[in-house]
DNA sequence: ACCTACATATAGACAGCCTACATGTAGACT
DNA sequence: AGTCTACATGTAGGCTGTCTATATGTAGGT
């Protein structure tokens, strides 16, 4: 996956793993590696700053907690986090449905199509 | 439309619209604007640089012309270009069926449904 | 002692999209 | 003559977010 395809699109990513439950960091990393199927195996030090700017924005707030000797920093999404998947979604399928049909096979054509022709 | 949103898909974009045949860069940009249906609408600054960098590549051959008094420089896809737009087309497919999957709402429960629900 | 998995964090590199600006022609309107 | 819009290309510099690399530390297995 090319690292840049994600620009934009990380925090949708993260907002949504952490929709049904909190979770922290590295769970988040798991959980996007589970969702995709393997595909989406994103590095530490590209998820800790954007879970840390999600929250400074009011999407996420974060708790420590002890487990097992280790501490976790876990996030949960807030109100305004809620209503900014909502919005993330609608525009990811807005932004799908536009690159998809610009990056169709001759896209221009099909509305002059007259006869079928290999 | 989200600027970052575009990072790292450009290229197949611009790929996209030369395929069918050769356009100079203000072309390029209308015919982006009408097969999106008004809905990406990418700056000069944006548009020039990246052609450039794509000739540099080796995806693009450009030549110059002058119509109407006007000079233009036409870029054409070449056959590593046509390659590309490709491998820009199938990355395209699996990024978008990757990233719709994870936002999906209520995506991890799918394969723990019982009963219908809604 | 060493390795792996778990867990968080930061610094700095890198790349590409954007804003803003510079330059110039053609044609319409006043 | 002056002004405006559309057409047409181009560069400089800013911005920002993702990545690589590194640092730190616990727990548990061999």
Redesign the pocket.
């Given at each position: 996956m090319n690292?840049?395809a994600?620009?934009?699109?990380?925090?949708a990513l993260l907002l949504s793993v952490l929709e049904r439950e909190p979770l922290?960091?590295?769970?988040i990393i798991e959980a996007l590696l589970e969702r995709s199927g393997g595909a989406l195996n994103?590095?530490?030090?590209?998820v800790?700053?954007?879970?840390?700017?999600l929250e400074r924005i009011g999407y996420l707030s974060s708790e420590w907690a002890t487990?097992?000797?280790?501490?976790?920093?876990?996030y949960r999404l807030t109100d305004s986090g809620r209503k900014r998947l909502e919005g993330e979604r609608s525009a990811w399928q807005e932004f799908a449905t536009v690159i998809g049909g610009v990056l169709r096979p001759e896209a221009a054509e099909v509305s002059s199509v007259r006869a079928a022709d290999g």
């Open positions: 690292p840049d994600l620009r934009g699109h990380m925090d922290h960091g590295y769970a994103v590095p530490t030090g590209t800790y700053p954007a879970l840390r700017r487990v097992g000797g280790r501490k976790r920093r876990t």
